[in-house]
Structures are given as structure tokens and as C-alpha cells.
């Protein structure tokens, strides 16, 4: 879910996103693009040079066709100086200076969340209360104590909430994401056992089936267990756990896996016949087909998917962590025992019907 990131008017992000720039700006590195970044001014730090080309030919498949549009918050492959492009080594997570510990560590000032946008009907900035996992949170927090300032802001690259922006600490927490099993590690992905072993959760905020979707008539669309899924090419955007698919073992080799940055991205790259099968939240798929009006093309299995829950989460290095976390399970708790939860989804599926329907 890459898109250009908004810049925030707070120099939390400015800060996180040099942190980033100063570790990786190396040549045979990543480097994650920060605010003001061309590739000209990549080109001549890593290398000394103007030949920008080289960096461009590592990473048109994530650029485009114009080298002058770089996204703020995206990963560039820097090649080595001869050119070859070194492999990619396990992520490292950036330390967070003193004066970042210190100053989340503070009483003073909010207690800022961050989400991102193409995940409806939970997060949007286009959507009613910017999504149905927005309302509950900021209702949760309000509920709790409403002297207590929260704050949530939209930061689209959902990889860097947790690869950069919450381990040095310039955000509180982080949602909707879901849980894996963190009692098999052994049976995770890199990306899932990074959750396990370096996070802490709210209580389950909303529970959902994560589904597979297929073209109507394709026989994906009525598999009856996931070996018929084996040899297929399965599309599942960026950001999204590939937990449920690892433990069915609808993994690589024996899946072809695409992971684009935007939900949409999936969609089109079945209608495009590049992908046979798409792995996705039922809600959040459910929107999108009625939005790109796939309806009668476009179908969920009903034989398989698994549910799971959708969380806050925050960094367990975070000094006012569980801060965080006993401020919105204690508001969640009394949403739920008032009935002020269901009444918040029962809107918003009223809406959702409603937006179908019309």
C-alpha cells in the first residue's frame, strides 16, 4: 500500500523518515525516500556522481516510467558500484536515539496513532468518520478519559508503520492489523514473526474473514480445500499477513504470490488474467469489487477462508505503550458493555448495504 506520503506538519515524521535516510543512503543498501528526495540528490550522496540511471535501472519496476516521480516512504534497491544490485539482506530494525525515547517516554503532548488509506471500510480519509476501525479507536479513547488527547493521522506506506516509523518511536501505536500465530514462529514469515516478537496488542477491536476471490466460472471460485489452490498465482497487497495462507500452505514455491501496493492493484491484475486468485479481507474485498463494479465477475469462495481479528498495536519499546494500549481496551470494554460498539458497526453496515443497493 505505497502511496505518496502526506506531509504531516510535525517534525516526528521528518525526523523518523532522516533517521532512515541516514542508516540505508549507502551504496549495495535500501534506501526509504524521504520528503524532498530526488534521484539526482540519492545519486550524489551514495556515489558521489550525477549518473542517476543506475539507480533508476535497480528500481523502475517500482518507480515507473518517469524518474522524476520517487514516493516518499518507498524502498529503492542502491546497486553496488559496479552496477550489480546486492541481495537483499534480513531488515534491520533502526534504534531510536535517546532523545526519541525520552521524549515518547513524556507525559506531555497526544497520543498520536497512525493508520493509512485503502483499507475500507476500516481506515479511509473518504469514508464517514475516515472508516468504521477509526470510529471505534477514537471512540474508544474518548470513552476512557476524554481529557486524553489522541490523535490519528494517515501515513499510506503501511510496511514503514512497522519497518521504520514505530520502532524509533515517532508514533504511539499503529492500526488495523491482525495477529499471527506468535506460539508457531517457526511456521511465520519474516514479516509475521517481526509482529510476534516486537509488538504488543490491543484486545480484538472487530473480527473478520480473511477470503479468497476469483473470477466467476474459473473453478477457484468453488474450491473445496486448498490444495486445488496449489500452482496457482495468488495476489495479496503489501502490509497484509500472509499467516493464514502459510499455515494452508499456500506459500512459495507452491503459490506464485504477488504483492502490490494497492488492493486495487490485485483486482486489476485479475481481470488481467495475471493472477488467479485473490487473498483478502471479505469486507474490504466486498467494497472494492462494488466500487470497481465487478460484482457479477468477481466472486468470494464460500468454501474457504479463515477469521481473524484486527488490532492496535504498539512497538514494546514504546515507553507509554501500555499507556496506550490500557487507554483503549478500557474504552473498548465500555463500548461494548453500553452497546455503543454495535451501534457504530450496525451504521456502517446499514451503510455499506446502502452504497451497494445504490
Known sequence: MRHCVRLLG???????LGIGAAMAQEACKSYRVAPGDTLLKITKKAYGNDDYRMVYDANVDRIGS?????????????????????????????????AAKEA?????????????????PFTDEGLPGRGVFTQLVETAAFRSDPERKVEVQFINDWDSHLDLLLPVLAFNGSFPWSKPDCDQPAA???????????YNFSDPFYEVVDGFFA????????????????????????????????AAGLSEPVVKMYRPAQVRECFDALMAGSVDVISLDSM?????????????????????GAVKELYVLVHKNHPRGKETLDLLNAGLREMVSSGEWYD???TDLQRQMAAKVN
Request: net charge negative.
Open 188 to 198: 511465520l514469515s519474516e514479516h509475521d514473526r517481526n509482529r510476534c516478537e516486537n
Open 215 to 246: 473470477r466467476n466460472g474459473s473453478g477457484y471460485d468453488i474450491a473445496l480445500k486448498y490444495e486445488e489452490l496449489f500452482g496457482t498465482r495468488i495476489c495479496r497487497p503489501e502490509g497484509y499477513s500472509t499467516a493464514h495462507l502459510d
Open 104 to 120: 515518547a517516554a513524556s507525559d506531555q503532548g497526544p497520543i498520536v496513532l497512525i493508520t493509512g488509506n485503502d483499507f475500507p
Open 344 to 346: 457504530i458497526v450496525s
Open 284 to 304: 474490504v474485498a466486498a467494497d472494492t469489487i462494488a466500487t470497481l463494479g465487478l460484482t457479477e465477475e468477481v466472486v468470494e469462495n464460500q468454501n474457504l
Open 10 to 16: 510535525t517534525s516526528a515524521i521528518v525526523l523518523t
Open 66 to 98: 518517469n524518474p522524476n516521480l520517487i514516493e516518499v516512504g518507498s524502498l529503492l534497491r542502491l546497486p553496488c558500484a559496479d552496477g550489480t544490485v546486492a541481495q537483499a539482506a534480513p531488515t534491520v530494525l533502526p534504534e531510536a536515539t535517546e
